[in-house]
């Protein structure tokens, strides 16, 4: 029986437009790109499997440039590949991860397929699913939740999140919403957040619990700017082990008043 292969081809449904809050005039829209394909490691009837699920939110509409700087960003973040649009990027890295599966791993099960315990091992799985929301005046929230499996003990799951510029497209960065000099001052105020997210006494009863045992406490780049707060995203293993899962911490606009620009 030859491997399973599906590759499922663009699926368009609006799923949130931007009204007004940008210099053009018009409206931020975006529709969700879906790729799907799954590929058996081996020709063999019952084999291991690779699968790749992609729902990826796009931008579409007008100024054609915002649109593309946008969809660029978003397949330079979440696939790796550059300079080629959200849906082209998207098959492209379906069929390179599942042919990289095939080429790297069916020699080894080969080895392995006597032993029913090493089965799960070639079960591979990545999924991405983001969504595209108003954040703060002006801005676009884009989200992706990756959740993936590629061997070992466990699975992975993080989530990705980009702020982008509603009139140019373009991704924001901490340099572009606070002032110089502010990263000390923030990553006091996170440190707090975590503190008093945790319920902890200080510093010391942070990292006796498994928080911060390998890192400082630093303002990631991955966060999400809101009308009345900014959320900071910390995936697993960033500040705590694993099994804390994903750490969100956030704070009020209000209490970085000195720091926004």
């Known amino acids: 029986m030859k491997y399973k292969e599906i590759i499922a081809a663009i699926a368009v449904a609006t799923i949130w437009t931007a009204c007004g809050g940008d210099s053009t005039g018009g409206g931020l829209d975006f529709e969700t790109v879906k790729v799907e394909k799954t590929v058996g490691i081996t020709g063999e ?12 939110a796009a931008a579409k509409g007008k100024p054609a440039e915002r649109t593309k700087t946008i969809n660029e960003t978003v397949a330079q973040q979440l696939l790796n590949i550059e300079g ?3 849906k082209q990027a998207a ?3 379906a069929n390179q991860y599942t042919s990289d599966y095939r080429q790297n791993f069916a ?3 080969r080895e392995d397929r006597g032993d029913a ?9 990545y999924n991405i699913k983001s969504e595209a929301r108003q954040g703060r005046d002006g801005v676009t929230v884009y989200t992706a939740d990756v959740d993936y499996y590629e061997g070992g003990a466990h699975g992975m799951n993080q989530r990705i999140v980009m702020n982008f510029d509603n009139a140019t497209g373009r991704l924001l960065t901490l340099d572009d919403v606070f002032v110089p000099g502010y990263q000390q001052q923030l990553s006091e105020r996170l440190l707090q957040a975590l503190i008093e997210k945790t319920e902890s006494e200080d510093l010391a009863d942070l990292k ?28 697993p293993y960033e500040i705590a ?14 209490d970085l008043k ?3 620009k």
């Open 208 to 235: 006796d619990k498994g928080y911060l045992y390998a890192t400082d406490m630093f303002a990631s780049e991955n966060f999400a700017l809101g009308d009345d707060a900014i959320t900071f995203v910390y995936n």
């Open 45 to 56: 009837a019952g084999a291991p499997q690779c699968s790749v699920s992609l729902q990826l």
């Open 91 to 93: 098959d492209s890295f």
């Open 241 to 254: 082990p694993y099994a804390f899962g994903l750490i969100e911490l956030e704070i009020d606009n209000d």
């Open 117 to 125: 315990a090493k089965r799960a091992w070639y079960e591979y799985h």
């Open 107 to 109: 020699p080894l099960y």
């Open 84 to 86: 080629v649009g959200l």
């Open 258 to 260: 000195e720091l926004w």
